[in-house]
């Protein structure tokens, strides 16, 4: 019994700090978010709630792209479905359940500008015809009509959309948003989560001790 009180902290430290790493290394590593594509016949793939989303996207101009798998570190893969609008050469997202979805939509320019606007709270950031991010809470209509107010800021400013309809482009510019504003995003989300780590780990060290 009186092992296990000694022991007792030692396990709850360590538990608390498995529980934190992987928001840590979020923040020291925003470019390790593993991202790979699903094959349409995939398992993974929830094919009512896909046609579900395809069905309620579709009067926004949206139309189904594919779906993939993303992974963060030492998290469980998330699977997102892709939808793309080709009048304004931008990617949509959508993840969730049948009860409730999340959308974002994504626009990648030549030279590596960014335009994200999504349905749900979200940092907002901009820097001008560099990268506009932020999130309101609308329909995917409302949203779209948004997103695309912002995407004519830029193309006004001489920037064209590089955004093509494949899957493969679709993760080339999630790829090159985490390298620029997304990742200095995730940093900015798991900040408090690393500080939070290392404190528990300073503990730890002087226990040890």
């Known amino acids: 019994m009186h092992l296990w009180k000694i022991a ?7 538990f608390v700090a498995w529980r934190l790493l992987p928001g840590a290394l979020c923040c020291l590593f925003p470019r390790r978010v593993r991202l790979h594509p699903l094959d349409p ?6 094919a009512p709630l896909f046609e579900a989303m395809t069905e309620e996207l579709a009067p926004a101009g949206l139309r189904p792209l594919g779906a993939h798998l993303e992974g963060r570190p030492l998290r469980r893969t998330r699977v997102i479905y892709d939808f793309y609008l080709e009048e304004q050469r931008t990617f949509a997202s959508a993840e969730g359940s049948r009860a409730g979805a999340r959308l974002t939509l994504l626009t990648p320019f030549h030279g590596g500008a960014f335009v994200l606007t999504a349905d749900h709270a979200r940092p907002a950031a901009q820097r001008p015809l560099r990268y506009l991010a932020g ?7 409302q ?17 064209t959309p590089s955004a093509e309809a494949t899957l493969a482009s679709r993760l080339q510019a999630e790829r090159d948003w985490l390298s620029g504003p997304g990742g200095r995003e995730l940093r900015l989300a798991n900040l408090t989560t690393l500080l939070l780590f290392l404190f528990g780990a300073a503990i730890l060290a002087a226990l040890v001790k």
């Open 8 to 14: 007792l902290p030692y396990l709850l430290g360590l």
């Open 135 to 141: 999130g309101i809470a609308a329909k995917p209509e």
């Open 143 to 159: 949203v779209v009509a948004a997103h695309r107010r912002r995407v004519e800021q830029f193309e006004a400013g001489g920037l």
């Open 41 to 46: 016949e995939s398992k993974r793939i929830d």
